[in-house]
């Protein structure tokens, strides 16, 4: 089947596989990045998550704390 191609045949169908797979992972990328860029920026917009947040970075509520009152918000 494949004996009609020569070893420079071989390396350009190659390159064109090459190609075809870096422009379908460019196109997956380009579109998985925006969805994920904004689904974390729709969750870190919760206003009471966003004080919860601060109230720990402050050091007023302590880990266990902090991860209780989270799972209650969820």
Do not use: H, N
């Not at 917009?45 to 991860?67: K, T």
């Amino acid at each position: 089947m494949f004996d009609d191609f020569s070893g420079g045949e071989w390396a350009v169908m190659v390159m064109m596989m090459l190609a075809m797979l870096g422009v379908i992972l460019a196109a997956v990328w380009l579109i998985a990045r925006p969805l994920s860029t904004w689904a974390g920026s729709k969750a870190s917009r919760d206003p009471a998550l966003e004080a919860l947040r601060s109230r720990y970075a402050r050091g007023e509520i302590d880990q266990e704390e902090f991860d209780r009152r989270k799972r209650d918000l969820a």
